[in-house]
C-alpha cells in the first residue's frame, strides 16, 4: 500500500476525540508520515557520507540535531527493506570530531554566559533581563553538554528541558 493511501486511511479512522482531548485544525491533517527518502530530505537536506561531510555542516548543526535526535529516539513503525534501520544505527551519534566541536561549543558557553558573565558581569550590575537571558543560555549549554558526554544528540530546546529531566 503506498504511504499517501496509509496515511489517508488513518486521518480516516483515526478518533476525532480521544480521552476527553480533541485534535485542532484540518482533520485530514492529523496524522503525519514520512517516506524513507522525504524524512532525510526534509530533515537533512541529503546524507553525510563521511566525517569530512559531517564537519563542513557543523554549522548547520543546530537546525539537523534534533532531527538526529528523532531518528535515534523517534518511533519507527515499518522499514520494509531495513534501510532505514541501517541509516538509523550509521546516524546513531556524532563521528568523533564532530561530537568534540558540539562539546567544544557547549564549554564555550558554559564560560562566556556562566561565569565570565552572569557571576562576574551581569550579578554586580543586578539587571534583571540579561541576567535571566544569560541563565537561559547557560542551562541549555549544560543540558547540551550532558547528551553530549552520554554520546547522544541534544532535542529540540523546546523539549531539551523535558527529555533531561527524564534522565536523571
Not at 16 to 29: D, I
Not at 126 to 142: C, H, K, N, R, T
Request: aromatic residues 20%; charged residues 30%; positive net charge.
Amino acid at each position: 500500500i503506498p504511504l499517501r493511501e496509509v496515511v489517508e486511511r488513518l486521518c480516516t479512522f483515526a478518533p476525532k476525540e480521544f480521552k476527553g482531548y480533541s485534535y485542532r485544525g484540518h482533520p485530514n491533517k492529523t496524522v503525519r508520515g514520512w517516506g524513507f527518502s522525504e524524512f532525510f530530505e526534509t530533515t537533512f537536506g541529503c546524507i553525510p557520507n563521511d566525517d569530512y561531510d559531517w564537519v563542513k555542516r557543523s554549522s548547520q548543526l543546530d537546525i539537523v540535531e534534533s532531527g538526529l535526535y528523532f531518528l535515534r529516539h523517534g518511533s519507527r513503525f515499518f522499514d520494509g527493506n531495513g534501510r532505514f534501520s541501517e541509516l538509523r544505527e550509521r546516524f546513531s551519534q556524532y563521528p568523533d570530531d564532530v561530537m568534540l566541536l558540539r562539546m567544544r561549543e557547549c564549554a564555550w558557553r558554559i564560560n562566556h554566559y556562566g561565569e565570565y558573565n552572569f557571576c562576574r558581569r551581569l550579578v554586580e550590575r543586578g539587571d534583571p533581563i540579561p541576567m535571566q537571558i544569560a541563565l537561559g543560555y547557560f542551562s541549555e549549554a549544560v543540558m547540551r553538554m550532558y547528551f553530549y558526554l552520554e554520546g547522544d544528540f541534544a532535542p529540540y530546546w523546546k523539549w531539551l528541558g523535558f527529555e533531561f529531566r527524564r534522565r536523571k
